[in-house]
């Protein structure tokens, strides 16, 4: 029997936390395509994603989702575009402890409304050193400011309940657009 | 300036709107507890009292009181949404207020009602039916206090919380900086129940022992508890009206179970009455209103006037024919991941 697929995108910067995430709910472990990281300028680890991150959900013999994670580097946007497209929804993931996470989060936000308006879009914030740089109060405004008003939750992605947080609320804006 | 040469007492009321909107029933709120902020830090002695012994009466424009006080001989200081010349008044406050407008403000007026005295020739219509009703009923005052901290727009002005006449919450505005006593840490419903009073403070110097508590999760569960039942709608949320999200909550500071994100999602596509937000989401009535409240105490919900009816009687109509599939999938993941 055929399986149906479906498929959620965790986007956002190098170093946000999209392979991690997948991680955190992936039934299989998480197919990466890391390459030593040569941006240390924008993020120190030591190794990033160049093509995607993949992972899935196995529910049943019926059904599949499948967790597609992007590359964080804009210079890979075409390949945003080509996991984008007919995408149940698309998880942002910004690291509100960086100076610039206002300026992605506007960056990926733009981007990704543009690519599909009715796909539901969710902002993960999380912290990844002790500096609250930006807080999601602040963060929300800025975007509501902008004209985007998205759920942005402070999360941290190791957790498989922040995740499933960010899952549930796509599933909740499809049925509520639907009723 | 002296301000006891003159027997002119310096009196004051704030005028509350006679319509209850969303946006002038927050700027009352907040107007009313900038005044009594700013009451012992003017040039001058002002008394706050009720709208008949006043010689100046704030109010918002397009009340249909203003004319008979005004030509009772009373001081009008409008309240307007946008600056521009007020037509008969010499006085205006203009939204979004900050404190040190109100501060001004009753510089402003004090320094001329002390130089042209008022005579009240006569007494005004009395209050309108709907402000004893709409008023903040005792259960409210914790939350009231917390969210004109919220409100107060310099995070450099710190506030205590008093309890029984000791403080107990620290504060700043935005919420950005909390502190709980310990003793009420654990006892959080004690709070509502103590006798509350918010003042400012000149030094934001909680005791070490104090423990620090997320503000948004502050106001939220201050709205959630003082919610008592299905009925009991917050002072500051319109009733007889459909809502609509503004912004959303941070879910995940609030570490939001399956039906309250059911709900904000439900409210963030389309504008409903309660009973419909209840039947969408299969919550309970008091819980529908709790999550309003508290949507509504963090200024994050839309409001404006129902014009349709939902009897209690009617059944939840079938919803619309979703694809099959996709709704069996979706039951199936939230199977699968335990949501």
Known sequence: MNKSEYKIIFTGPMGAGKTTAIGSIS??????????????????????????????????????????????????????????????????????????AKDQLLNFTKHFAG???????????????????????TLSRTIYDEGYALPIFTVDVRAKEDVTLMVDTIL?????AEE | ?????????????????TKTLNDEAHTFDLLDRFIVMCQKKTNYPWEICDVDQ???????????????????????????????????????????????????????????????PVKITATPTSKPSTVQDSAPGEHWALLSAIKTVFDASSPQTAFAIEANGQPKLWLTAKLSQCKISEDYFNNFSQLMSAKIQSKTLENHNPPESAILINGTELLWRSAIDSTQNAQDRAPWLPGNS????????????????ANLVRMVSTLAKKYVTPEELT????????????????????????AKPSERQVSSQTQAKPAAK???????????LRRHLNI
């Open chain 1, 27 to 100: 039934d299989i472990p998480p197919v990466q395509t890391e390459s030593f990281n040569n941006d240390q300028e924008v993020h120190s680890k030591a190794t990033t994603t160049v093509a995607l991150d993949f992972g899935q959900i196995k529910m049943d013999s019926e059904y599949v989702v499948n967790l597609y994670g992007t590359p964080g580097q804009e210079r890979f946007s075409y390949m945003w575009d080509l996991l984008a497209d007919g995408a149940m929804g698309v998880i942002i993931l910004i690291d509100g402890s960086r100076d610039d």
């Open chain 1, 172 to 176: 909740c804006l499809i049925e509520a």
């Open chain 2, 1 to 17: 300036m002296n301000a006891g040469s003159s027997n002119q007492r310096l009196t004051i009321a704030l005028a509350k709107p």
């Open chain 2, 54 to 116: 006043a010689s100046v009466i704030i109010a918002f424009e397009g009340d249909n009181r203003i004319e008979d006080w005004h030509s009772s001989g009373r001081i009008i200081v409008l309240v307007q949404n946008s600056r521009r010349p007020g037509k008969h008044y010499h006085f205006t406050i203009t939204n979004p207020i900050r404190v040190m407008h109100v501060l001004d403000l009753l510089n402003t007026v004090g320094e001329h009602l002390l130089a042209n």
């Open chain 2, 242 to 257: 459909i809502y609509k999200l503004k912004r959303w909550p941070d879910l995940g500071a609030l570490r939001a179970k």
């Open chain 2, 279 to 302: 039947q969408a989401t299969g919550s309970d009535n008091r819980e529908t209103m709790a999550i309003l409240n508290a949507l509504g105490a963090c200024g994050l919900i839309d």
């Open chain 2, 322 to 332: 979703k694809p099959e599939g996709f709704s069996k999938m979706i039951k199936s």
């Open chain 1, 115 to 137: 690519i599909s308006s009715s796909s539901p879009i969710i902002i993960g914030l999380g912290y990844h050193s002790n500096d609250v740089v930006w807080d999601s109060d």
